[in-house]
């Protein structure tokens, strides 16, 4: 059986990990957390872009890992390579040429772009309440130019789970 990985994007404090959860418990399937959200709570910081090089490497040995060993219809993904590559154009004005190979080579069968109509939550790492919906429309203008297939999610958690599940049980 070959694994669809779904990718959860968006701007921060949109949604991503409980939903990626959620859709993880409901199809009995695996799921990838941010590692960089790791990363940082564990004491890590992020200096450069250079450093959002090696954060995007790890997030993809991740999920590589899972897919050795897992046999499974789905891998839920807590965000993905676009979501380090937007915070290395935003945060460091610049994008490391590895970055942009690493992200090429990432192959998802869908993503669920996450609107930040939700109630922003500081958790102490998230820095940008102001900037979600300029984030929001750089995600969806990346995924159109680079032809992904993608649903946006909108609304209240219930409604946001359910489109999710429909969209993913019709596809």
């Known amino acids: 059986m070959a694994t669809r990985k779904i990718a959860l994007i968006g701007p921060e404090s949109s949604g991503k990990t409980t939903l990626t959860l959620q859709l993880a418990h409901y199809f009995a399937a695996p799921f990838i957390s941010e590692f960089a959200r ?3 709570v ?3 910081e992020i200096n450069s872009a250079k450093d959002l090089v090696w954060l995007a490497k790890k997030q993809s040995e991740s999920e590589n890992q899972i897919l050795k060993n897992k046999n499974t219809s789905f891998l839920f993904c807590d965000t993905d ?3 380090i590559v937007v915070w290395s154009q935003v945060v460091f004005h610049q994008i490391e040429p590895e970055l942009i190979e690493l992200e090429e080579k990432q192959n998802y069968d869908f993503y669920f772009l996450l609107r930040p109509d ?3 939550v500081n958790d102490g790492l ?3 309440p102001h900037l979600r919906e300029k984030l929001f429309a750089i995600y969806r203008a990346r995924l159109i130019e680079k032809n ?3 649903v946006e999610i ?3 958690q219930t409604a946001r789970f359910e489109t999710c599940v429909a ?3 019709l596809n």
Do not use: M
Request: aromatic letters at 16%; glycine letters at 12%; a positive charge.
């Open 38 to 40: 790791q990363y940082l």
């Open 42 to 44: 564990s004491g890590g």
């Open 81 to 83: 390579l676009h979501n």
């Open 118 to 120: 939700i109630p922003w």
């Open 126 to 128: 998230r820095q940008s």
């Open 148 to 150: 992904r297939p993608y």
């Open 154 to 156: 909108f609304g209240n």
């Open 167 to 169: 969209h993913l049980k």
